[in-house]
């Protein structure tokens, strides 16, 4: 299978889906679905549907190119011995981390609210990394995953846009993978941060990355007759 050429903004970036990974960040019902972290801390978690159908249609495209598919999940220990005092006590949540919601406790590994959607689910076989902070990266062991598969490229999508997605993507660059942003599969609770987050992953020449979207990425996948082929 050869390059694919993507176009995206600062420019057009070539990869080889063998060595591109999918990224999914934190498609959690504890963010998008009503009940979870995301509305205890006063937002509209409606706004996060946004990303599913084309987050959708990017898992799609991953699976029927065998790129490798990687989702992650934000969380903790039921025992909370993983999550920092500051972040527990942090703003006026109507409710904290570990507290009981209608999707079970809060943030916390294993309860339903803390399960991926179900539009999003893992197919089986699917890399899924339990992360206790913003970043992919931190505490986990995405990058040994990533560096045995031999990846260089990550397409890195999810929630939201400026905090989860945001991090992942500088922790990922410092590593030294190149990272496409879909902007359609992200969403964030406030639609301006939404924009400028993406503005500042593509700007002075792509400091972080390349911007791009799904349908870009789509036709770039269909211009290959090998993935086009195994679609
Ligand atoms: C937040 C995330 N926003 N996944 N987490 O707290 O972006």
């Known amino acids: 299978m050869g390059s694919v050429v993507i176009d995206a903004v600062p420019e057009a970036i070539a990869c080889h889906p063998a060595r591109t990974a999918v990224v999914m960040i934190d498609m959690q019902r504890d963010f998008l679905e009503p009940g979870g972290f995301g509305e205890t801390l006063g937002n509209d978690v409606s706004l996060l549907q946004a990303a ?9 495209l991953a699976r029927a190119s065998g790129m490798l598919v990687i989702h992650t999940r934000e969380g903790h220990r039921p025992d909370l011995s993983d999550a920092p005092k500051a972040k527990i ?6 409710m904290r981390i570990g507290d009981r919601g209608p999707m079970g406790r809060i943030l916390v590994r294993g309860e339903p609210g803390h ?10 076989g699917e890399v899924v990394i339990d992360k206790p ?3 992919a990266f931190h505490a986990t062991d995405l990058h040994s995953i990533l560096i045995n598969q031999f990846i260089d490229t990550l397409i890195v999508c999810g929630v939201t846009t400026e905090v989860c997605v945001h991090t992942s993507v500088r922790e990922a660059n410092d590593r030294g993978y190149r ?5 359609d599969c992200c969403a964030s609770y406030f639609p301006e941060f939404h924009q400028v987050g993406l503005k500042m992953i593509a700007a002075q020449g792509g400091i ?4 791009s979207d799904m349908a870009r990425i789509g036709a770039a996948f269909a211009a290959v007759p090998a ?3 195994a679609a």
């Open 52 to 60: 599913v159908p084309a987050c959708k249609a990017l898992l799609a």
């Open 89 to 94: 006590e942090r703003g006026a949540p109507s």
């Open 115 to 124: 399960d991926i959607v179900p539009e999003l689910y893992p197919a089986a």
């Open 133 to 135: 902070g913003k970043g």
């Open 179 to 183: 990272c496409i942003v879909p902007a």
């Open 208 to 211: 972080f990355g390349w911007v």
């Open 227 to 229: 993935v086009r082929a």
